[in-house]
């Protein structure tokens, strides 16, 4: 058998069996996008979907975010696509020679090789596939082939499990984190921890970073927070830029629109809890009660407790009220659960779901997969860059969590 062929066998086989033995078309897309972009070694792919003559992405993987994109049927090559319901190929393409594909990435890509193709079930159009430059060199017409059959394989796999419904529409960003770099010197020696990281954080949102130890997750988060500052790039919060402010402008944009959740409590060791929050309250003009802060972490009853008389689990309560204490647009959350037991950080991701219920941006740093399932988005980053935004479109309860 042709050496191509037998590949390209190999390819579906593989595919196919991850969509098969995938319990619903969430995961079954997620996972066999995964494994074509592997395969064919793409930087971007995306998924599509339309509705009412708009199409929303999906699920992508590749250094990008693209939550707040939209493209009208007829529109750039997605909408095209869709539209005719007729694949594009331009396997070898030639930068700045066609203006709807330039339109339709605008960050942290130069493009090279695109294929774009109809998403549908068996009785209706979906949305478009779209793989976007492989890694070394350009897609072959024969990857190109496999990833056409990679959509007619999901069609069947539509008729036997649950719909896909449509993704969550966000709202206007919050902060906008653009071109991010961040490099350490030491002597000679040049350590790049972020690599170009493109990322928009939304009102109302809990928006995960995941990532292993060391990629890169806490430095961005610290940059976003006006902790640090990046080498290159920009972070604007509400229109107001943060890089490069003095640091009088950072004191106050923390002060007045941050609140901070660590891995460490970070508690006054001298103070109770009350007074813990009473010392934040004073930065600010408006500050919740600290009765009223305690009460929304379930500690209405141990105000007068010293942190040395409460658990790792109620101090974490308790660093949570002081950050919610000065009624912060953004809460940071750097591995609040990591230094707890399985019951304890339980008690503090279903604190966190009554903080987003008042409305509160919460950004969470952690290596821990299954805290995932309740977040809005989850950014996973690999190695300084973000590798694939996941949307969900049903948060699971921090109660059903298991690890």
């Known amino acids: 058998m042709d050496q191509s062929l037998l ?11 991850i969509i098969s033995n995938s319990e619903t078309i969430d995961v079954a897309l997620r996972n066999g996008m995964r494994a074509i ?8 792919t995306i998924l599509w979907y339309a509705e009412d003559g708009v199409l929303r992405p ?11 994109e939209r493209r009208r049927v007829g529109e750039g090559i997605v909408g095209q696509v869709f539209k005719t319901q007729k694949a594009i190929r331009m396997l070898d393409y030639v930068p700045g020679s066609d203006e709807h594909i330039e339109r339709d990435l605008k960050d942290g890509v130069e493009i090279n090789s695109v294929i774009t193709i109809p998403f549908s079930s068996m009785t209706e159009q979906l949305g478009v596939l779209q793989l976007i430059n492989k890694r070394d060199g350009v897609f072959t017409e024969e990857e190109a082939d496999v990833i056409e059959m990679f959509s007619m394989l999901v069609a069947i796999a539509l008729t036997e499990k649950e719909a896909l419904a449509e993704p969550k529409d966000f709202g206007e960003p919050l902060l906008c984190v653009r071109d991010i770099t961040r490099e350490y010197v030491n002597g000679d ?3 790049k921890v972020l690599k170009g990281i493109n990322l928009d954080v939304h009102k109302g949102e809990l928006l995960v970073l995941l990532g292993e130890s060391g990629c890169g997750k806490s430095t961005l ?4 927070a006006g902790l640090d500052a990046p080498t290159s790039g920009s972070v604007e919060c509400m229109g107001k830029q943060i890089v490069g402010a003095s640091q009088d402008e950072l004191t106050e944009y923390r002060r007045v629109n941050i609140g901070f959740i660590f891995q460490s409590y970070n508690l006054m060791p001298n ?6 929050l009473d010392l934040i309250g004073e930065l600010v ?13 379930g500690l209405a009853d141990r105000m007068e407790n010293y942190p040395s008389q409460m658990s790792g689990g109620q101090q974490q309560r308790v660093s949570i009220a002081r950050a919610i204490v000065k009624r912060p647009r953004l809460i940071f959350a750097d591995e609040p659960t990591a230094a707890l037991d399985y019951t304890s950080s339980i008690e503090v991701l279903q604190v966190m779901e009554t903080i987003l219920e008042s409305g509160t941006t919460l950004v969470m740093v952690t290596h821990n997969e299954e805290i995932c399932r309740m977040a809005d988005r989850v950014v996973r980053i690999r190695n300084g860059r973000v590798s694939e935004v996941t949307i969900n479109r049903i948060r699971a309860a921090a109660k059903d969590l298991v690890w």
């Open 7 to 17: 590949r390209t066998y190999q390819m579906m086989a593989r595919v196919q069996n």
């Open 37 to 44: 972009a592997e395969e064919v070694d793409a930087e971007v």
């Open 58 to 68: 999906y699920f992508w993987t590749g250094p990008i975010d693209i939550t707040s």
């Open 189 to 191: 020696v040049v350590t």
């Open 221 to 224: 988060m610290n940059i976003m």
């Open 271 to 276: 103070l109770n809890a009350r007074q813990n």
């Open 285 to 297: 003009d408006d500050p919740m009660p600290a009765a009223d802060a305690l009460g929304l972490v």
